[in-house]
């Protein structure tokens, strides 16, 4: 219900700044419907974010909010979560913040297995700086520093998250808001380091550049072209080619590093008789 | 299924003009053609009779601009 997110909301910083058709409010709103959901004391729980357009998202929420340095997010938010265990953070960044700036935090949060619960807004494209091509701009695609058709293969965020040692891992569209928000409610209950990959609409940065249409338009491709887990499964790898696979993608199981960090503190103080 | 005609819902629609972008995602998401665009091309209710109270609208509007309030 509307009225329920917008007292999570800022309201004296809307409008936000995000163009028209852009899908950035549609993840902002599963976000917030999701932290209602899980019933989040709203003085426990931060969200942090990096730089760009997704990232400006932070700042509209009335949370605890941290808006840091390009592709820097997952650092600070380990800081906070390793002071503060109790507190559920939340980390809102783009693809190309996540993937290529900060690809070294995010490879590292999944490694150590740490709480967070990261939220990827991948639009395909460095909107915010002028539509530079990102790690996950498909090949073939326009970019103003691609204007011939990107050469470079893009990355799968899923994959790059399991492999790498996220304990959940997940991808939705903004088509499918509602999952989205189930998807997040998911990962935030996950006690390790979650991802969720929402894919989100660009019209004007890559849209326009790509004859995908307006925002509405771009909604309806992601409804086209999303197959569930379920689906995936009876698809050849030539079927899913062109395809997003949107659900539950990864859960396992590890050590998660604030609870190990603890242990380790136990063991000092043990040691050293404090 | 039992009582399907029972308990006749109110719908509210909540519009907040001025954060709407007239980007016209609810009114092609509407399954009950309730919304439209208005002369300055923001989204305006054309016939709330219609609306169940679905919540498509409000779930993918990316503004913040229209809610969805039901009362059974």
């Not at chain 1, 530079?132 to 470079?152: D, F, H, V």
Request: hydrophobic content about 40%; some cysteine.
């Amino acid at each position: 219900m509307l009225s329920q997110v917008e007292s999570h909301l800022r309201s004296d910083r809307f409008p936000h700044i995000w163009c028209p058709g852009c899908g950035n409010g549609i993840v902002l709103a599963a976000l917030v419907r999701a932290i209602e959901e899980l019933g989040y004391d709203p003085d426990k729980t931060v969200v942090v974010s990096g730089i760009g357009c997704s990232s400006r998202a932070a700042g509209y929420l009335d949370f605890n909010t941290l808006h840091t340095t390009h592709g820097r997010a997952l650092a600070f938010a380990t800081g906070i979560k390793l002071a503060r265990p109790e507190l559920e953070v939340f980390v809102l960044m783009g693809d190309g913040d996540a993937t290529a700036i900060g690809g070294n935090h995010f490879i590292h949060a999944a490694r150590r297995n740490i709480d967070l619960t990261a939220i990827i807004f991948n639009n395909s494209i460095y909107g915010m700086t002028g539509g530079q091509y990102s790690p996950l701009t498909p090949p073939g695609k326009r970019a103003t520093t691609a204007p011939y058709g990107n050469i470079e293969r893009s990355f799968d965020i899923a994959e790059l998250a399991k492999g790498a040692g996220a304990t959940y891992v997940a991808r939705a569209t903004t088509y499918h808001a509602t999952m989205l928000e189930k998807l997040i409610v998911a990962g935030a209950r996950n006690k390790g380091f979650s991802v969720i990959e929402a894919i989100t609409a660009c019209p004007v940065g890559y849209g326009r550049r790509n004859k995908m249409g307006n925002g509405l338009q771009m909604l309806l491709w992601q409804k086209e072209h999303a197959v569930t887990v379920k689906q995936a499964e009876k698809m050849s790898p030539e079927e899913l080619r062109d395809k997003i696979v949107i659900g539950e993608l990864y859960k396992g199981e590890a050590p998660e590093y604030t609870a190990m960090y603890q242990q380790v503190i136990e063991r000092a103080q043990k040691t050293t008789g404090q | 299924m039992a009582n399907v005609s029972a308990a006749p819902k109110t719908v509210h629609i909540v519009v907040r003009e001025g954060w709407c972008k007239g980007c016209g995602i609810c009114v092609a998401l509407c399954p009950k053609e309730v919304l439209s665009l208005n002369a300055s091309g923001k989204v305006a209710v054309v016939n709330p009779d219609r609306c169940t109270g679905c919540g498509r609208c409000e779930i993918h509007c990316p503004d913040f601009a229209i809610g969805i309030e039901v009362k059974e």
